[in-house]
């Protein structure tokens, strides 16, 4: 399975970046959810993001959806 670089923009995750895996287009999933893990110091949460496009330089950008209770977005 091949990946691709994607910039997460807005919310939690702002300017993060990470490698996901990517579709036969060579595009990130349209959909990617991060989760803030239990033992984290605030409540667990998973922060849905959206595939936004393409960069300049060939990187992809995440756009920040939402933020909900674990599990809510599955």
Request: glycine content about 10%; hydrophobic content about 40%.
């Amino acid at each position: 399975m091949s990946e691709v670089t994607v910039r997460f923009v807005g919310g939690p995750a702002n300017d993060l970046v990470r490698a996901l895996p990517a579709g036969p287009d060579g595009a990130p999933p349209r959909l990617w959810v991060l989760r803030r893990p239990e033992e984290a110091p605030t409540p667990a949460a998973d922060h849905l993001y959206a595939r936004h496009r393409r960069d300049g330089v060939g990187d992809w950008t995440m756009r920040f959806v939402r933020t909900d209770p674990v599990g809510v977005t599955e």
